[in-house]
């Protein structure tokens, strides 16, 4: 008995050091890895279409995925990438002449600029006593940003490499999951210590997790960036294109959302006058593509993990502040197992207390 204790201990030892030794490898391409995984479960109904079509051909039916993968993301990335690269390039230009002297000439005859810096004034006349060199400061801030841009010129080509780089490695695991991922689903459930029916419970969440999410967040992100592009633009909003993505973007934030960009677009129509329009913007915003958010997001994501909004949050948020941008899946998808984890213990455990 003794002979068997030892044999077990050390069997078990030897796998946790070797355990240990394979996550050491696979760390630095365990994002990449993982975005496979969440590809592999939502790309996989697809998969299994092309492969009966294919008559069971499954090598051919996972480069045919990939390569509509990689034409679906790369071309429609590029084209955007090159689009919103020359809006920016012409919101640095204008920003820069708003900066030279005529421009802030321009801006000084403005009667709300005006206003202000009456306002100013007399506030740093009777409590302060001192002046500020408006011109002086925005010189100074344009330094610094233009210096700020230049430092990280490099930085940014090396996360353009390493996301290529990443995206490569990515397809590249995602092919095997593809055509491998029945038998490693067979494989890993031999391992799991629960009977069929819970194990199925296990999978069918891990797959309603990871869909819902990007479905809800993705989806709806996507509809809010361009209700809001589109405001942008009919109510002369400059570069609506560009603050239209950035309005997407800032609608997977948990914390602020859309708000971020909307409201300072507003306020940009109320400085220049148009007060209609920043009125007009302003509610649509607000109650069509702030409500989308808080309508549909738990629609997709509360209703089909069946998650309160509470955990949804702080699964979303928490996941951004832990795993990044990845975090955006794995918080709620993380909660969503642990959901069914203590469940299943309940169920097997919860009775013998009572």
């Not at 796998?15 to 996550?23: C, H």
Request: charged share 10%; hydrophobic share 60%; with cysteine.
């Amino acid at each position: 008995m003794n002979q068997n204790w030892l044999v077990t201990a050390f069997f078990f030892a030897l796998l946790a050091v070797i355990l240990y030794g394979a996550f050491l490898i696979l760390s630095p391409f365990l994002t990449a890895i993982t975005w496979a995984g969440i590809l592999a479960v939502l790309t996989y109904p697809a998969y299994a279409w092309v492969l009966k079509l294919l008559r069971g051909r499954a090598t051919l039916a996972a480069l045919i995925v990939i390569l509509v993968i990689t034409l679906l993301i790369t071309v429609p990335g590029v084209e955007i990438a090159l689009f919103l690269s020359e809006e920016a390039v012409q919101l640095v230009q204008s920003v820069r002449a708003l900066m030279s002297d005529q421009g802030i000439q321009e801006w000084a005859q403005k009667p709300w600029v005006q206003q202000l810096m009456g306002w100013w004034s007399m506030v740093s006349f009777r409590l302060l006593d001192f002046k500020i060199d408006w011109k002086e400061i925005l010189v100074q801030g344009a330094q610094a940003s233009s210096s700020f841009l230049v430092s990280h010129v490099a930085g940014v080509a090396q996360n353009v490499l390493v996301f290529a780089v990443d995206f490569t490695i990515t397809l590249f695991t995602l092919f095997f999951f593809l055509r491998d991922g029945a038998d490693f689903c067979a494989r890993l459930r031999r391992l799991l210590p629960m009977d069929y029916e819970r194990q199925q419970r296990l999978f069918q969440n891990i797959v309603n997790a990871i869909t819902a999410v990007v479905h809800g967040c993705l989806l709806v992100a996507m509809i809010q960036g361009l209700l809001a592009g589109l405001a942008y633009w009919l109510c002369g909003v400059p570069y609506a294109v560009l603050w239209g993505v950035v309005t997407a973007f800032a609608g997977l934030l948990p914390v602020g959302g859309t708000t971020l960009v909307s409201i300072p677009a507003s306020l940009y129509l109320f400085f220049h006058g148009e007060n209609l329009k920043g009125i007009l913007l302003l509610a649509w915003c607000l109650g069509v593509v702030v409500m989308i958010d808080n309508i549909l997001k738990p629609l997709f994501i509360g209703t089909r993990i069946k998650m309160p909004l509470f955990f949804l949050f702080f699964g979303i948020l928490g996941g951004l502040a832990t795993f990044g941008a990845l975090g955006l899946i794995l918080g709620p998808v993380l909660l969503a197992l642990l959901a069914v984890l203590l469940d299943l213990y309940i169920e097997e455990y919860g009775s013998a207390k009572k």
